[in-house]
Nanobody
Framework: QVRLVESGGGLVQVGGSLRLSCAASGRTFSMYAMGWFCQAPGKERELVAAVSAGDGDSTKYADFVEGRFTISRDNAKDTVYLQMNSLKPEETAVYYC????????????????WGQGTLVTVSS
C-alpha cells in the first residue's frame, strides 16, 4: 500500500504558474505509475497527466494541457510533480495525485491509491 500527500496548491492569477508535489510513502515508489487528476465542482474527475513507473520515461497529457504542464518524478525523493504554467480560470479545481501498479492509465478508476487533493484557484 502507498500513501500520497499533495501540496503546492493555492491562489494564482491567470497566466501564472504553480508546481504541485505529491509525496509518497509505504511501498517502493518507483514501482508505481503516477497520475495527476483534476475535478472541478459538478464535473467528473479527469486526467491531467500521467507518468510511467520506473524511470518515468513515458508520459501522457490531457489535450487541454497544450504543452503548458509537465509531469515528472524523483524516485530518490518518492515524489511526483506537476509544473503548471499559463494557468486558465477554467482550470480551477481540486488536483489529486494517484498511483497504480504496472502500466500508467488515463481513467481515474484504474488507479487504486489517492491523495486527499489540493485546491488550485485561478483568478481573473
Amino acid at each position: 500500500q502507498v500513501r500520497l500527500v499533495e501540496s503546492g496548491g493555492g491562489l494564482v492569477q491567470v497566466g501564472g504558474s504553480l508546481r504541485l508535489s505529491c509525496a509518497a510513502s509505504g511501498r517502493t515508489f518507483s514501482m508505481y505509475a503516477m497520475g495527476w487528476f483534476c475535478q472541478a465542482p459538478g464535473k467528473e474527475r479527469e486526467l491531467v497527466a500521467a507518468v510511467s513507473a520506473g524511470d518515468g520515461d513515458s508520459t501522457k497529457y490531457a489535450d487541454f494541457v497544450e504543452g503548458r504542464f509537465t509531469i515528472s518524478r524523483d524516485n530518490a525523493k518518492d515524489t511526483v510533480y506537476l509544473q503548471m504554467n499559463s494557468l486558465k480560470p477554467e482550470e480551477t479545481a481540486v488536483y489529486y495525485c494517484a498511483a497504480k501498479t504496472l502500466k500508467m492509465a488515463t481513467l481515474w478508476n484504474e488507479y487504486g491509491y489517492w491523495g486527499q487533493g489540493t485546491l488550485v484557484t485561478v483568478s481573473s
